[in-house]
């Protein structure tokens, strides 16, 4: 189910790049009807979610790298739930944002941009692998970049663009280094598989 709610966004890319960027009301629309289904399907993570249960549930796992023990894996909790159901809410008020203060230029783009954050938070949440995490982590910036530095609404825009790029990349440095550093001592970036290890002071308290 998490699959289809992180592909959903991506098939909305998919159909909005075919459509004609002239065709400014029809990507209205469209983006704007397929975010609010976008939400609804999210809406029945919130039905289906069992809050008796303590552990990550819809969990799913597909070994990627098998050769160096690294899969990806997605599930949820409680806390998961909320903060994929907060983006698919954000993302039409974001769409409708762009209705009321007249996103005209490369309007297509705008709207590719927004679906695509969409598609990679969804997976930042629900990602149960640490390093799948940062590399998520890490590609939010590509569309944010893209938003911030075209569609700010202020002359320094793209001043700001670059350092929210830079500020967030090389802080995320040291996070990498952590990964790497698990990585190492426990052969693996599973987090299910971390929360049974009994770290020792030193990398409970750095990493």
């Given at each position: 189910?998490?699959?289809?709610?992180?592909?959903?966004?991506?098939?909305?890319?998919?159909?909005?790049?075919?459509?004609?960027?002239?065709?400014?009301?029809?990507i209205k629309m469209f983006s704007l009807v397929?975010?609010?289904?976008?939400?609804?399907?999210?809406?029945?993570?919130?039905?289906?979610?069992?809050?008796?249960?303590?552990?990550?549930?819809?969990?799913?796992?597909?070994?990627?790298?098998?050769?160096?023990?690294?899969?990806?894996?997605?599930?949820?909790?409680?806390?998961?739930?909320?903060?994929?159901?907060?983006?698919?809410?954000?993302?039409?008020?974001?769409?409708?944002?762009?209705?009321?203060?007249?996103?005209?230029?490369?309007?297509?783009?705008y709207m590719i941009a927004f679906f695509t954050?969409?598609?990679?938070?969804?997976?930042?949440?629900?990602?149960?692998?640490?390093?799948?995490?940062?590399?998520?982590?890490?590609?939010?910036?590509?569309?944010?970049?893209?938003?911030?530095?075209?569609?700010?609404?202020?002359?320094?825009?793209?001043?700001?663009?670059?350092?929210?790029?830079?500020?967030?990349?090389?802080?995320?440095?040291?996070?990498?280094?952590?990964?790497?550093?698990?990585?190492?001592?426990?052969?693996?970036?599973?987090?299910?598989?971390?929360?049974?290890?009994?770290?020792?002071?030193?990398?409970?308290?750095?990493?």
């Open positions: 189910m998490l699959v289809w709610l992180i592909a959903l966004p991506l098939i909305g890319v998919c159909v909005l790049s075919a459509l004609d960027r002239s065709k400014i009301k029809t397929w975010s609010f289904f976008v939400f609804n399907m999210s809406l029945l993570l919130l039905l289906r979610f069992d809050a008796c249960i303590t552990q990550f549930q819809f969990v799913t796992t597909w070994h990627w790298l098998g050769f160096l023990n690294i899969s990806f894996t997605l599930g949820i909790d409680g806390i998961a739930l909320f903060m994929v159901l907060l983006t698919t809410f954000l993302i039409p008020v974001c769409v409708l944002l762009g209705w009321r203060f007249g996103v005209d230029r490369s309007l297509k783009i954050l969409e598609s990679i938070l969804i997976g930042v949440f629900t990602s149960l692998d640490i390093l799948v995490f940062y590399v998520l982590f890490e590609a939010v910036l590509i569309p944010m970049f893209l938003i911030v530095g075209v569609y700010g609404s202020r002359q320094r825009k793209s001043r700001a663009a670059y350092l929210l790029f830079l500020y967030t990349l090389t802080s995320s440095v040291f996070m990498l280094i952590a990964i790497i550093y698990v990585y190492v001592c426990f052969g693996t970036t599973d987090f299910l598989t971390l929360k049974t290890v009994d770290f020792s002071p030193f990398c409970a308290r750095f990493c």
